[in-house]
């Protein structure tokens, strides 16, 4: 049960908004920025997606709405894709993404991927990254280093890591090697795992927030793209 509600209507959405929503029964958080009105910008494995550039109704499940299913893609194979804010949510719940949360709030939401002590950046910027992005294509997706969390905290700050074998700015890729890194020591007791792991945890989850990383340098989109190495199929 969140103690902390981040829930949200989609009434009291403000443009820039950093949102997300759980999939698969709460197994991992879908994020996305919200650009004005029923356009969210978000970022999807390409694999996760049938075909490249979708056609506008290929994958519709929503018969009100004017894109596909998954969003339409300007850049063929970027993952970079616009869609409604029906076909964000799917049947779930939508929450916003919480920013300069205090060191409490970061450690009494024990989920990653729901906030961070970093601070944002202006909605108008916020909102001109993920448009550019979206029109010129960003970095390759990767499940741990490189996935839709990542995507909406660049846009919400600009920030981004300049250590390449340390990238996965985001808190839900942390959690993921922290229960990596504990594998193998299942066997030990329920009370020892409390002592001695929790607050590993909440150190290492406290370290490797955007806000506290050491490694996280503000770069213009230029940059960014000078940085990416990553070249999407050549489309005619
Ligand atoms: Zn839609």
Redesign the pocket.
């Given at each position: 049960m969140d103690l902390i509600s981040q829930k949200i209507e989609t009434s009291a959405l403000q443009e820039g908004d950093h949102i997300y929503t759980w999939r698969r029964v709460k197994t991992y958080s879908h994020h996305g920025i919200f650009v004005e009105k029923d356009i969210i910008i978000h970022f999807l494995s390409t694999t996760n997606v049938a075909g490249g550039i979708s056609s506008v109704s290929s994958f519709?499940k929503?018969a009100l709405?004017s894109?596909s299913?998954y969003g339409v893609e300007k850049v063929a194979g970027s993952g970079i894709r616009m869609?409604?804010i029906?076909?964000f949510i799917k049947k779930g719940k939508l929450y916003r993404f919480k920013y300069e949360a205090s060191r409490e709030f970061l450690l009494a939401k024990l989920r990653g991927g729901t906030c961070t002590t970093a601070t944002p950046d202006t909605p108008g910027d916020v909102i001109a990254r993920a448009i550019y992005l979206f029109e010129n294509g960003y970095d390759k997706y990767h499940l741990l280093k490189n996935n839709c969390e990542d995507f909406a905290l660049y846009c919400k700050t600009g920030l981004w890591s300049t250590d390449a074998d340390n990238k996965g700015k985001s808190s839900q890729a942390v959690m993921v090697r922290k229960a990596d890194d504990e594998h193998g020591h299942k066997s030990k007791k329920l009370v020892k795992r409390l002592k001695n792991v929790f607050p590993k945890y909440c150190l290492k989850r406290m370290n490797n927030d955007l806000g506290n990383r050491q490694d996280v340098v503000k770069i213009d989109l230029t940059e960014l793209l000078l940085n990416i190495s990553y070249i999407y199929p050549e489309t005619d």
């Open positions: 519709s929503n709405c894109m299913h869609c409604c029906d076909c």
